[in-house]
C-alpha cells in the first residue's frame, strides 16, 4: 500500500539515544500488594533545547522523565530517564517559530520513544509495566489531574500567556 499526499513535517528527528536510564523495582511496594491499592505515579518532565551553535535549523533536545510517588497508590518502580535528541525544523519555518517548534515537537517525539522504552523495560518486571500517559508539550494546555488512580499526573505547570513558547532551560547540552 502506497501512501500517498503527505508532506515533510516541520521538525525531524535525526537521532536520540538515552544518557542516564534507572528503573528499579521497588521491593518495599511487595508489602502492599493485595491491599486493594492501585499502581500509580506522578510524572515530572523536564526539557531543554537549544540551537546547535553555527545551524539554523539542529536543535538538541534533552527531556528528562522522573516518577514519584502518587498518594493512596503502590509504586512498583523509581525511573529516571534521559533521553537527548537532535532535530532539525524545516527551512520553510518562520524564523521566529523555529525554537517553538524544536521544543515542543523534539519534546514529543523524545517522549514517545520513552515511552516504547520504559515499556519494554518494565513489561519484564516484578510488577504492572509502564505506559507513559499521553501529554502535551504545547504551552497552555490545560493539565488536570486524573481520576481517582492518579495514572497520569503531570507536575509542570501551563506558562500563562496564550502566545508564549515553551518553557524550556536554554542552555548548551553537553553530550555523553
Excluded: W
Aim: aromatic fraction near 8%.
Amino acid at each position: 500500500m502506497e501512501v500517498q499526499n503527505t508532506k515533510k513535517p516541520p521538525v525531524e528527528l535525526l537521532d536520540h539515544f538515552f544518557t542516564d536510564v534507572q528503573v528499579k523495582a521497588d521491593p518495599a511496594t511487595a508489602k502492599g500488594l493485595g491491599k486493594g491499592k492501585k499502581f500509580g505515579y506522578n510524572y515530572k518532565r523536564d526539557l531543554e533545547c537549544s540551537n546547535i551553535p553555527q545551524t539554523d535549523l539542529k536543535y538538541q533536545v534533552q527531556l528528562t522523565i522522573e516518577t514519584s510517588e502518587l498518594s493512596d497508590c503502590l509504586k512498583g518502580y523509581d525511573v529516571r530517564l534521559v533521553v537527548f535528541g537532535v532535530v532539525q525544523v524545516d527551512k520553510k519555518v518562520d524564523e521566529k517559530r523555529r525554537d517553538g517548534l524544536a521544543a515542543v515537537l523534539g519534546a514529543t517525539l523524545l517522549y514517545s520513544a520513552a515511552r516504547e522504552f520504559l515499556y519494554a523495560i518494565t513489561l519484564r518486571g516484578p510488577f504492572p509495566p509502564i505506559y507513559l500517559p499521553t501529554t502535551s508539550f504545547i504551552p497552555n494546555i490545560s493539565e488536570e489531574k486524573p481520576a481517582e488512580g492518579g495514572e497520569g499526573v503531570v507536575e509542570d505547570k501551563p506558562t500563562p500567556k496564550s502566545s508564549a513558547k515553551p518553557k524550556v532551560k536554554k542552555k548548551p547540552l553537553k553530550k555523553g
